[in-house]
Every structure is written in structure tokens, then in C-alpha cells.
């Protein structure tokens, strides 16, 4: 699976931006696919997950702020709709999928895409 993000850039706080992410190669069988962040001297965490079916999952920090989603046509291109933001959301944001097979959980990363806010 490999996966391209793009939408990343500059911004002002309070400002908006949209990340995307296309999912290419052996995608059968994604069952979800997300976005995580990592800023400097912290770890990569969580930001946001949608599985398969449609269920979403976020960080409590970007809770009302950010919505990720699914292209309906393509269910393994997913957005990440990111509002109202704030300088400490600046990071390296990182795509994911992640896929079951035959006996293990295959677990694949795009190659970041940098957010900064300035304040």
C-alpha cells in the first residue's frame, strides 16, 4: 500500500487547512485509514481515524475542530478538514492505513506533510 498525502502548508491561527490522502497499490482490504501528527520532541500521536463502515475517532485536542472523511467514490482517499487552528497543532502529519492479512495487521504510513500555525 502506498499512501500520498498533500495539503499541507502555512497559516494563521484561527485559520483552516485540508489535508488529503489516496491510498494506491494493494488497497483491498484497508479497513481504515487516519491521520497522525508529530511535532518536534514529541511523539507521533492520534489525530484522527475513520474505519470501513464509516465510524470516526479523534484526539480530544481536535474534537470540533477537525473532521476526517472518506471520498465517496473512492473509499480509500480520506480528508482532514482542520479548523479554528491553533499554533500547537503545528506538526509533521502523518497519512495511515491499516489492512488485515493473512495473520497479521498490515500497518502503512504516507510520507508526512508539515502543518504550521503561526500565532
Known amino acids: 500500500v502506498q499512501l500520498q498525502a498533500s495539503g499541507g502548508g502555512l497559516v494563521q491561527a484561527g485559520g483552516s487547512l485540508r489535508l488529503s490522502c489516496a491510498a494506491s497499490g494493494t488497497i483491498f482490504s484497508i479497513d481504515s485509514m487516519g491521520w497522525y501528527r508529530q511535532a518536534p520532541g514529541k511523539q507521533r500521536e492520534l489525530v484522527a481515524v475513520?474505519?470501513?463502515?464509516?465510524?470516526?475517532?479523534y484526539a480530544d485536542s481536535v474534537k470540533g475542530r477537525f473532521t476526517i472523511s472518506r471520498d465517496n467514490a473512492k473509499n480509500t482517499v480520506v480528508y482532514l478538514q482542520m479548523n479554528s487552528l491553533k499554533p500547537e497543532d503545528t506538526a509533521v502529519y502523518y497519512c495511515?492505513?491499516?489492512?488485515?492479512?493473512?495473520?497479521?495487521?498490515?500497518?502503512?504510513w504516507g510520507q508526512g506533510t508539515q502543518v504550521t500555525v503561526s500565532s
Open positions: 475513520i474505519t470501513s463502515s464509516g465510524r470516526t475517532n
Open positions: 495511515n492505513a491499516e489492512k488485515q492479512l493473512l495473520k497479521s495487521r498490515g500497518n502503512y
